[in-house]
């Protein structure tokens, strides 16, 4: 499990670099400003939250592994997919109503670090 979160924590960020330089060089003259801070703020979140995989990934390994860490992995995970995945699909598309899921994805992503706090005041 631990290999799991960490190589997703890894290329995660390595999408993260790509899909910034892309935003910064692909899309800046085609993209409304508003749009293009759009598209940041997604691989900002993109790449905190695989940083997080990775300590996820480690937490687990090296402290007693428990459930509440494994989950905190996985919310991380569906929040990228909801929250940065929603944001470049409402700058790549044009589509604002993809903004809805957003706030899951930042759900998500608070959940997993109080379940990150718990597992590890825990173990």
Known sequence: M???????GALGAALSVIL???GAHGLKTRLAPEM??????????????????????????????????????????????LFSGSLYLICLTGVRSFGMIAP???????AAWVLLAIGVLRS
């Open 2 to 8: 631990f290999q799991f979160l960490i190589a997703a």
């Open 20 to 22: 910034g330089a892309f």
């Open 36 to 81: 293009l801070a759009i598209f940041e703020t997604g691989v900002q979140y993109q790449f905190y939250h695989s940083l997080g995989l990775i300590l996820v990934g480690i937490i687990f390994h090296t402290v007693k592994a428990s459930t509440m860490v494994s989950a905190a992995g996985g919310l991380m995970l569906a929040g990228i997919f």
């Open 104 to 110: 899951f994805g930042g759900t998500a992503f608070i």
